[in-house]
């Protein structure tokens, strides 16, 4: 299993920055892939940005130019560097693992972080 802790979050204006941290343990070797979903009330869970274990990066086309994701890997961490934020970019931020298992992959999830960005 692979546990996920996210940090970072908080209140900021538009036009204001925010750095979310994850720290991952336990199976950290089986990880594939690692990133960022947002759900904000009333909508569905959405990609922000993933990293893979051959550094490809993924962005939401809402994202591109603002967030920026990057990996320690020797310290289990990934980043997500907010700029620019807008009032839409208000939702609970999820870290989440695709991690290798003996027949599937499996998605893990932590248990989230409220960005809360006002006008």
Request: aromatic share 10%.
């Amino acid at each position: 299993q692979v546990q996920l802790v996210e940090s970072g979050g908080g209140l900021v204006q538009a036009g204001g920055s925010l750095r979310l941290s994850c720290r991952a343990s336990g199976s950290t070797d089986r990880i594939k892939a690692i990133g960022w979903y947002r759900q904000a009330p009333g909508k569905q869970r959405e990609l922000v940005a993933t990293i893979n274990n051959d550094g490809k990066i993924d962005y939401a086309d809402f994202v591109k130019g603002r967030f920026t994701i990057s990996r320690d890997n020797a310290q289990n961490t990934v980043l997500l560097q907010m700029n620019s934020l807008k009032p839409e970019d208000t939702a609970v931020y999820y870290c989440n693992s695709r991690t290798r298992g003996p027949v599937y992959d499996y998605n893990y999830w932590g248990r989230g972080t409220q960005v809360t960005v006002s006008s």
